[in-house]
């Protein structure tokens, strides 16, 4: 087991038998307070445990580390220079006496559930961390896809009062402020959708009951976690000792933990559907709402981006599938048919760590793809800030002889511009070269439907669509050089988005990602050249990072999860809306 688990087990066994039900002397549990304090961890086998009469096997080893048994093997040493010897050995180089156990304190030791339940606790910070991440990118989601915050008005909590769903529907809506991506106008447009697609839409609503289940199972593993639950247990009667008892009962019965843990591997299935159903999304053209295919920022038939990532994640949502099913309905009978009833609470702890695994790395892809598509919406403003006085200017210059002036003209240049932003994004699986001289070919027509037709008409709107298009891609390809050596998307996005952009960025360092920062190591040809136009330190110097993957990328996003780094961005989101709301 991870020395984690082990410590946890031991710090969860010390407060059952602090409680003074376990008849066992203050020794034996100051003793096992020394082993935190002096980093001496048993090595306990992973697998062996029912968790029906206790972790017997588990907390044997603990037991045997106590007595100092030459079989038992522990951890100790500083944390760098960790080393494995016999337990003898470690209680002599700490000055520690072995301890002679006496009547009652063995089976207090083994029989109890403080094993399953301390790789359970842990388990349970891991997925409340993550569950608060989820919505963060959840919001994400909505600014990448251009979606509204409708959705997470809180009208459709008051009339739908479930806890899980208020809360969820608070924070993503408060997330979302300051967005200059969120749409607010109601899907009125002419070619939007009137409502987002369920990935974002009803984010809430999907969220909200797998927090209202991480709620109970956190409250069963408290409670699991303050109890007494080895065997037989003592009821003392201070007043009057000769009525102490002895009850005799069933307190290792670990079931608790394992229903506390099969919810929550349910919901890490959840929240991983919900994030794996946004990222396809926003990988796929005809879903994402003008984002090109693979999120590329080169030209779409020379780049494939993301398709790894969709990939990765397809695989990472079908084992949480799989990891989602209970261990509890897999009970065999065993010590000869006395526990044919065991929880298997220890193996649910594990498989659900398991799922907390691949959960972080699916949120990591995740949000490796939100920046990318944050950012190629941030670009693609610049382009249309840079475009929309080019068109204008054009149509006025090149055909001022046809046009008629004054309010017709605006309502012309109107919806050219309109046009334009709307061929824009239904055009993005094309290369550069064609997809601007077919975006102004479609907008002819509108044009000549304010003029009168004929042969010089006809040519001049030809030449028109020419010059536009030959303008258009040079802008496009100058502001998509110029934005990828200085990114910035900070500007345009949510709080929170903002936060994690940021974070993911400027701390982590992970690029806003062309295809040819990829390539390498090798020798830059004319053919194959490197690309040496992003930050590698936060700084204007440029450096060469050859053999970059995109899967190297994800892992340090990862990283930041497990180690976590990542949640210091993602609680103080979460702390500025509660002090907002």
Known sequence: MPESWVRASILIRINSLASGHSGVRPILINSLLELLK??????????????????????A????TLEGKRGTMVWVGPKAERRVVTADVALETSHLKPIRLGPKEGLALINGTAVSCGV?????????????LSQVLAAMSVEALCGTDE????????????????????????????SNLVQRSHG????????????????????????????????????????????PLIEFDFENPGRTKTHHG????????????????????????????QCTEMINPKLNNGLPPNLVVDEPSESWLMKSVDIMIASLQSELGFLSNPAGTHVLSAEMGNQSLNS????????????????????????????QALDLRAMQLVFLEAMEPVLMENTTKLLSDFLIEGEELKVLHALLWKHFKMQLDITTTLDSTQRFPTIFKTLQPTILDFVSSSSNTVSSVQQWSATC?????????????????????????????????RFVRDELKIPFLRTTMLWGPGPVTSSCPQDTSFRSDGTDEQQLQPGMTTGSLITIIYTSIRDGSLYTPVLECLNEVKVSG
């Open 151 to 178: 959705s997470f008005d809180p009208f459709f909590a008051a009339v739908r009062p479930h806890q899980g769903q208020i809360e969820a529907g608070r924070n993503i809506h408060g997330f979302l402020a300051g």
């Open 61 to 64: 080893y603990i037991g045997g």
């Open 250 to 277: 069933g307190n290792f019965q670990a079931k608790a933990v394992t229903s506390a843990m099969e919810k929550v591997r349910l919901g890490v299935h959840s929240i991983g559907q919900m994030l794996f159903a």
């Open 344 to 371: 298997l609470a220890l193996i649910s702890a594990r498989y659900t760590h398991t799922a907390l695994e691949v959960l972080s790395q699916l949120a990591s892809a995740h949000l490796f793809a939100l920046c």
């Open 188 to 231: 009125l447009e002419e070619g939007s959708l009137r409502q987002d697609r369920y990935s974002i839409r009803t984010a809430s609503q999907w969220l909200g009951p797998v927090l209202e289940d991480l709620v109970l199972a956190s409250t069963q593993l408290s409670i699991e976690c303050n109890s007494v639950t080895d065997n």
């Open 469 to 501: 298009s030959t303008q258009a891609q040079e802008i496009f390809l100058r502001t998509r050089d110029a934005y990828h050596g200085q990114p910035d998307a900070s500007g345009i996005l949510g709080t929170a988005a903002s936060r994690l952009y």
């Open 120 to 132: 359970a606790a842990l388990a349970m910070y891991e997925v409340n961390n993550l569950a608060i």
């Open 38 to 59: 002096n980093d001496i961890t048993p090595r306990i086998p992973l697998r062996g445990s029912i968790s029906a009469s206790g972790d017997l096997v588990p907390l």
